[in-house]
């Protein structure tokens, strides 16, 4: 399984910015799907997921309100919208397949397979 992940840039702070993510798996609709970030040194933080039909969503409480996820099941893709976006959003993102129970989605320890990352920075 392959995830590409793009559309990371240098945006300045109150702009907005999509990610996409093209998983590349046939079972596709077998997964949850999230969004992870990481900055230089620190452990990958929960960003947002998506459950398997797209009817449900969880944020960070740091994006709530401002980032959203969607997923499109017939084309094989997982956005992340970011709105506001703020200095402290800077970081590399992730997008990341899920197949464990939902209790541990926010976990990223229990996801399968992930992307190789795409850095966004945000500028004062």
């Known amino acids: 399984v392959q995830l590409q992940a793009y559309g990371g840039g240098l945006v300045q702070a109150g702009n907005s910015l999509r990610l996409s993510c093209a998983p590349s798996?046939?079972?596709?609709?077998?997964?949850?799907m999230g969004w992870f970030r990481q900055t230089s040194g620190d452990e990958r933080v929960f960003v947002a997921a998506i459950r398997r039909s797209g009817g449900f969503t969880y944020y960070s409480d740091s994006v709530k309100g401002r980032f959203t996820i969607s997923r499109d099941n017939a084309n094989n893709m997982v956005y992340l919208q970011m709105n506001s976006l703020q200095p402290e959003d800077t970081a590399v993102y992730y997008c990341a397949a899920h197949r464990g129970i939902l209790s541990t989605i926010r976990r990223g320890t229990t996801y399968a397979y992930w992307g190789q990352g795409t850095q966004v920075t945000v500028s004062s």
């Open positions: 798996v046939r079972t596709y609709n077998n997964y949850d």
